[in-house]
């Protein structure tokens, strides 16, 4: 089993803690957006989307966030024999469509600095440009990334479509803390799958210094979050590239690649 994934990655997060969650063993592929390696060829023909996460299985190739965490609970109950792991419940999967309804992508684009983000919007359109004329046979997969780039820097520019993100995310954080005054997790009890989902979220609220403001006023959630910043999937998967110092060493080094290849103009 191959996933393809990156650290910085919301949904890529959401399926590695899955993975650790559920002990399952796998061969991980860095492919790191911001650099624009999702747009080499070799990962364009398998996913000419050319979004992550992506989780091979043989011949089997998944792209959904979800689908993938449901495949990886049924390879976990498969390979356990045991009657006490069972799939996700009907209310897990309820959460786990609920977190997933939330589109990262705006939100978080907006509360970067417009400099650097125009920069690297720059870069990447480059990047398909320079990848397109290498593989003409992917040209019309690369056309529809090069419009997806600049219609992202479009809505970017649209205060309605910053405000219904915000309006979404507050909605299911609020959800979330009525949820955790009664359960300590957030489909019960016991940690699940919905959990898994939720973390990423959280997680990048605090990578964008926004945890004041989203997570500490809401006192049910900022328990919570403590609790499963505790959890060795969490500490593996996010932790070790986003904790204290550790974060603003991961964004140097991409910052420094996106840089150094734009001025020596390698696409």
């Known amino acids: ?66 689908d993938i965490i449901q495949y990886i609970e049924r390879i ?47 870069f990447l359109r480059r990047v398909v440009i320079a990848r397109m004329s290498e593989s003409p046979e992917l040209a019309g997969a690369y056309h529809r990334k090069l419009k997806e780039a600049y219609q992202t820097e479009e809505k970017l520019k649209e205060s309605d479509v910053l405000i219904r993100s915000k309006e979404h995310l507050i909605r299911l954080l609020d959800e979330a803390e009525r949820q955790l005054s009664e359960t300590p997790y957030l489909a019960g009890q016991e940690f699940t799958m919905a959990d898994v989902m939720l973390i990423p979220v959280l997680s990048r609220l605090v990578l964008l210094d926004l945890e004041n403001e989203y997570i500490t006023g809401r006192p049910n959630i900022a328990e919570y979050w403590v609790l499963v910043q505790q959890r060795p999937s969490y500490r593996k998967v996010i932790g070790r590239y986003f904790d204290g110092w550790k974060k603003h060493k991961t964004l140097l080094k991409t910052w420094c690649f996106v840089r150094i290849r734009s001025l020596l103009k390698r696409y």
Request: zero cysteines; glycine letters at 4%.
């Open 1 to 66: 089993m191959q996933l393809y994934h990156h650290q910085f990655d919301l949904d890529s997060q959401k399926v590695r803690l899955a993975l650790e969650e559920k002990s399952i063993d796998y061969t991980s592929y860095h492919v790191n957006p911001v650099t624009g390696k999702n747009l080499d060829s070799s990962f364009f023909k398998m996913n000419p989307g050319g979004r992550l996460p992506v989780f091979q299985n043989g011949s089997h190739i998944l792209y959904k966030t979800i």
């Open 76 to 122: 976990a109950v498969f390979s356990s024999g045991s009657e006490n792991i069972t799939s996700s419940n009907k209310e897990v999967i309820e959460w786990m469509q609920k977190v997933q309804e939330w589109n990262p992508e705006y939100f978080s684009l907006s509360h970067v600095p417009e400099k650097y983000r125009i920069y690297v919007s720059k």
